[in-house]
């Protein structure tokens, strides 16, 4: 019972803390952050001890209709991970945010984000999940938006949140019809579904909400917008909360997905990791280069589940939330620095930097670090959830029927070429060089909040914390994820390893003979091709979506509009006049016909009644009269008639 209090409690810590903050707006980063901090210690309580299902809880909503909530290993994990990830953020943010007026409203917003995350996680209904799942959407498009009153921010929050709601709708009705199958809707209770055109259909239907949350293909347009927000915003939402739902409800609904639909999973996961490298690998913006490659790594999740590397998938977004988000805070220090030292400069753009590593070392290291993790490479992070993602796809395509399976993981070793290209790239534009911008000044001493968060996220982007059996923890994190593998997955690691380590050297020899030796011309004069434009542009999926398939459907929408106005309308109204006119006619026949006929019957009825009353109050003569006078009529009758 004890354990349900206290879930809760990391249920609804971060909210209380948001609105403590905006209660108290010249403390708000404080109170934030105590509260956030308050919600990791417990989630890392209880991730010390979780065997199996830790907790799980129902409540009636309605007569006769439970909902529930469960904590689970792999549930307590992302728990733990987002908790962190949040407090990290909010340490920064007090940086990054310093002169901001809003920040009580920032922090709000930020504690209801997490709040929705963390609700998303525990939750064990499909009902409860989807509420969960829309809050984090709203709560998301309220971060991006936060500086609303830039037309181009709120442009970008409006289709952000538009995208998203079109494949909620679809994840919506997928959901329904799933719990329309025989199931009570509890996903602790979800197995494999019997295989006919219905469960393909809720299949559909629920990839496509977990391709538009987790921007994949071809849905990725709007998480490139979503860089509009502040970057402490877009390290959370990148690293491991928003984008993250998507693969955390492929992973907790993958019994749904048939064999069939698992293979169009994993290739749609290919290629939107393989298109994101792509594009990343021809932006000038910093914050675009790593919007581009989170979508990419999200690729890499999306098709470790296909594959049936769920386990390593997860792990994978593990590993992916603690190097992004640590990239992204060395963007947001080079930014904020930048900001303040040449305010004329575009912050963001590339190629207006050049030489910061003299200027920032502290950022200069820690981001090599977790670029190093991106990258793939041993003693990092990501070489152990890449890579086993890799080797899983290999031993899947072996197993597989089909002889064109292998393409797809000997497919996955080339994107990692296109990953150190594109981060090598920033590597030394950023970085190396002499600054292209004008002149600069060293800083004399780094903010603590911008310092602990960047560094935190650098030491567990590598791969000794993931090795390492801490004192009184029953688990390895490392066989806590992985758990035993098929002997000849483990045969097959170095042999993917040193082809992705060899496809890594060669991307980043290939952007050092690029950029490393070239000018600053020349470099401008390569990105600026008509290929690379076109790439560059996101192949214009964006401009297809906003500038031909919006109007196309505006379009229709007012033939549809004329059509009403010429045809139905018209019908509608001559209906309208025939029914009105036979209503009339019917009343003037009820009135003259119906009601005259009546009068009539009553008009003759009161005379036969007063003819025969009058007949019955004569006198006894006048009746001996009357039967004189039909006697004679009879008479008469018998005598000439008959």
């Given amino acids: 019972m004890m354990e349900g209090y206290l879930l809760a409690l990391i249920l609804f810590l971060p909210l209380m803390g948001g609105l403590m903050a905006y209660t108290f707006p010249s403390k708000s980063g404080i109170i934030a952050s105590s509260f956030i901090l308050i919600t990791t210690f417990l989630g890392a309580y209880y991730l010390s001890f979780v065997q199996g299902v830790l907790w799980t809880f129902q409540f009636e909503w309605l007569p006769g209709f439970l909902l529930g909530f469960f904590v689970d290993r792999s549930s307590a994990i992302l728990i733990l991970l987002v908790s962190l990830i949040s407090f990290l953020v909010h340490i920064f943010s007090m940086f990054y945010l310093s002169d901001d007026k ?133 390290a959370l939402i990148h690293a491991a909360t928003m984008v993250a739902a998507g693969v955390y409800l492929l992973f907790r609904l993958f019994e749904v997905f048939d064999p069939y639909l698992l293979n169009w999973i994993a290739s749609l996961g290919l290629l939107t990791a393989f298109l994101a490298a792509l594009i990343a690998s021809f932006q000038t913006d910093m914050k675009a280069v790593l919007a581009y490659s989170t979508i990419s790594q999200l690729g890499y999740m999306v098709m470790g589940m296909g594959v049936g590397a769920n386990d390593m998938a997860l792990f994978h977004l593990w590993t992916h939330a603690f190097f992004k988000a640590g990239l992204f805070l060395c963007i947001g220090s080079i930014m904020r620095y930048l900001s303040i030292q040449a305010p004329t400069t575009d912050v963001q753009d590339m190629r207006s930097m050049g030489g910061l590593k003299s200027y920032l070392p502290f950022t200069f290291w820690t981001y090599l670090v977790c670029m190093m993790a991106l990258l793939g490479l041993p003693f990092f992070s990501g070489f152990i959830s890449k890579e086993g993602i890799l080797v899983s796809a290999f031993f899947w395509a072996l197993r597989s029927e089909n002889g064109l399976a292998l393409s797809l993981p000997i497919a996955a070793l080339g994107i990692s070429f296109l990953t150190a290209y594109y981060m090598g790239k920033q590597l030394l534009l950023v970085f190396f060089g002499s600054y292209r911008g004008g002149k600069l000044f060293k800083i004399s001493k780094k903010s603590w909040s911008e310092k602990i968060p960047i560094l935190v996220l650098a030491i567990l982007s590598t791969s000794f ?58 470099v401008n004069s390569f990105n600026y091709s008509r290929l690379s434009i076109f790439v560059q542009n996101g192949f214009y999926l964006d401009k297809f979506y906003i500038e031909i398939l919006v109007p196309s459907f505006d379009w229709l929408a007012f033939k549809t509009s004329k059509i009403d106005t010429v045809l139905i309308n018209p019908l509608l109204n001559t209906m309208s006049i025939i029914v009105v006119i036979l209503s009339k006619l019917t009343d003037l026949f009820d009135k003259l016909i119906v009601d005259g006929l009546v009068s009539l019957v009553k008009k003759v009825v009161q005379i036969l009644g007063l003819l025969f009353t009058k007949f019955h109050s004569e006198r006894v003569q006048m009746h001996f009269v009357s039967a004189i006078i039909g006697l004679v009529i009879i008479l008469v009758w018998l005598k000439f008639v008959i």
């Fill in 102 to 234: 809003h920040k009580d409203r920032y922090y709000l917003k930020l504690g209801f984000f997490t709040f929705s995350m963390l609700g998303l996680l525990m939750s064990d209904h499909l009902i409860l999940l989807f509420i969960f799942w829309e809050l984090v959407g709203f709560s998301s498009y309220m971060l991006i938006i936060f500086w609303f009153k830039n037309l181009k921010n709120a442009k970008s929050g409006r289709i952000a949140f538009m995208t998203n709601r079109i494949t909620d709708l679809i994840l919506y009705v997928g959901l329904l019809m799933l719990m329309g199958s025989g199931y009570d809707g509890f996903i602790s209770n979800l197995g494999p579904l019997t295989s006919n055109a219905s469960s393909t259909t809720i299949g559909i239907c629920l990839l496509i909400g977990v391709l538009g949350k987790s921007a994949q293909f071809p849905f990725f347009t709007w998480l490139p917008r979503a860089m509009a927000g502040p970057v402490p915003v877009s």
């Fill in 465 to 522: 914390f993931y090795r390492i059996n801490l004192p009184g923890v029953d688990f390895i994190f490392l066989e806590y994820w992985l758990g035993p593998q098929p002997q000849v997955v483990g045969s097959w690691m170095p042999l993917v390893a040193g082809s992705s380590f060899l496809m890594v050297l060669l991307g980043l020899g290939f952007s050092y003979w690029n950029y490393g030796r070239r000018s600053i011309h020349k």
